[in-house]
């Protein structure tokens, strides 16, 4: 812990990902070995700096050749549209994204700006720290893995969803909803119902990456429950949902609601910003709209590789 890669990709991948790798690695493999059954990794890094592009993509090259069968889900936090940390985001990210393409069994992305706009919008925390933006992630990724730790009616496990929600391996990228968001203040007025907390998953403003699903196609769509719900309730409120709503799913997936249910209902942090409810629901779609956030990007490193800006 001395040094940083600086924000780029190279160093964190060859410079100083080449000498720490092989330390990494021998820490997980203790860990691994102390595991009765092992299902597979969770990988949080960032796309914009050096050490969460470079040495992450290392890292999860090297994981692919050791524990070769085993999942690997990636959680990353991905350049915002307007919140900016380091002017060579766009590299750092489009390289990172040709190197775990191949390696990523799922990638859920998650960008700061909407998060941001959750914690003002739904919790009314004027300048949101990082604390608050975790605990927001934390909530989407507890409910990910709910499966694995409690009982429930319908239970997911980590290869199921992958199944339900990859279907091309290249394309793995859903986009990830979590409801309701509410403060503790708002929280003692408003019992949501199971209806109520499905709806809110189809709103933009709930998502963790901006763009829009209503120009979209959807591919795939998991919805994971937990807390007070019973599948008649979710069967009501999915069925009123492909009604209503102008949800296109693709020509060749006709059927597209996956549901997993839980009994657990979600735990917050005392003293923290989101409210403890009954129910929640957290909603992983594959849909066509997180092109939206790839293009931003895109176009940012179109701008600058033109004028061949910080290549050396």
């Given at each position: 812990?001395?040094?940083?890669?600086?924000?780029?990709?190279?160093?964190?991948?060859?410079?100083?990902?080449?000498?720490?790798?092989?330390?990494?690695?021998?820490?997980?493999?203790?860990?691994?070995?102390?595991?009765?059954?092992?299902?597979?990794?969770?990988?949080?890094?960032?796309?914009?700096?050096?050490?969460?592009?470079?040495?992450?993509?290392?890292?999860?090259?090297?994981?692919?050749?050791?524990?070769?069968?085993?999942?690997?889900?990636?959680?990353?936090?991905?350049?915002?549209?307007?919140?900016?940390?380091?002017?060579?985001?766009?590299?750092?990210?489009?390289?990172?994204?040709?190197?775990?393409l191949e390696?990523?069994?799922?990638?859920?992305?998650?960008?700061?700006?909407?998060?941001?706009?959750?914690?003002?919008?739904?919790?009314?925390?004027?300048?949101?720290?990082?604390?608050?933006?975790?605990?927001?992630i934390a909530?989407?990724?507890?409910?990910?893995?709910?499966?694995?730790?409690?009982?429930?009616?319908?239970?997911?496990?980590?290869?199921?969803?992958?199944?339900?929600?990859?279907?091309?391996?290249?394309?793995?990228?859903?986009?990830?909803?979590?409801?309701?968001?509410?403060?503790?203040?708002?929280?003692?007025?408003?019992?949501?119902?199971?209806?109520?907390?499905?709806?809110?998953?189809?709103?933009?403003?709930?998502?963790?990456?901006?763009?829009?699903?209503?120009?979209?196609?959807?591919?795939?769509?998991?919805?994971?429950?937990?807390?007070?719900?019973?599948?008649?309730?979710?069967?009501?409120?999915?069925?009123?949902?492909?009604?209503?709503?102008?949800?296109?799913?693709?020509?060749?997936?006709?059927?597209?609601?996956?549901?997993?249910?839980?009994?657990?209902p979600p735990?917050?942090?005392?003293?923290?910003?989101?409210?403890?409810?009954?129910?929640?629901?957290?909603?992983?779609?594959?849909?066509?709209?997180?092109?939206?956030?790839?293009?931003?990007?895109?176009?940012?490193?179109?701008?600058?590789?033109?004028?061949?800006?910080?290549?050396?």
């Amino acid at each position: 812990g001395k040094e940083d890669a600086a924000n780029n990709y190279a160093r964190g991948h060859y410079t100083i990902g080449k000498e720490i790798v092989d330390l990494v690695l021998d820490r997980i493999r203790k860990l691994a070995d102390q595991c009765t059954g092992l299902q597979g990794f969770l990988i949080f890094h960032s796309f914009g700096g050096g050490t969460g592009s470079g040495f992450a993509s290392l890292l999860m090259e090297r994981l692919s050749v050791d524990y070769g069968k085993k999942s690997k889900l990636e959680f990353a936090v991905y350049p915002a549209p307007q919140v900016s940390t380091a002017v060579v985001e766009p590299y750092n990210a489009i390289l990172t994204c040709h190197t775990t393409l191949e390696h990523s069994d799922c990638a859920f992305m998650v960008d700061n700006e909407a998060i941001y706009d959750i914690c003002r919008r739904n919790l009314d925390i004027e300048r949101p720290t990082y604390t608050n933006l975790n605990r927001i992630i934390a909530q989407v990724l507890s409910s990910i893995t709910a499966s694995l730790r409690f009982d429930g009616a319908l239970n997911v496990d980590l290869t199921e969803f992958q199944t339900n929600l990859v279907p091309y391996p290249r394309i793995h990228f859903p986009l990830a909803t979590y409801a309701p968001i509410i403060s503790a203040e708002k929280a003692y007025h408003e019992q949501l119902s199971v209806a109520e907390i499905t709806n809110a998953c189809f709103e933009p403003s709930n998502q963790m990456v901006k763009c829009d699903p209503r120009h979209g196609k959807y591919m795939a769509c998991c919805m994971l429950y937990r807390g007070d719900v019973v599948p008649k309730d979710v069967n009501a409120s999915i069925a009123t949902i492909k009604t209503k709503r102008t949800i296109q799913f693709v020509d060749w997936c006709p059927t597209g609601f996956k549901v997993g249910i839980n009994y657990q209902p979600p735990t917050v942090v005392p003293g923290g910003d989101l409210a403890k409810v009954q129910r929640a629901v957290c909603m992983l779609s594959n849909t066509t709209a997180i092109a939206e956030a790839r293009a931003r990007l895109d176009h940012k490193f179109d701008l600058m590789y033109a004028k061949r800006a910080f290549v050396h």
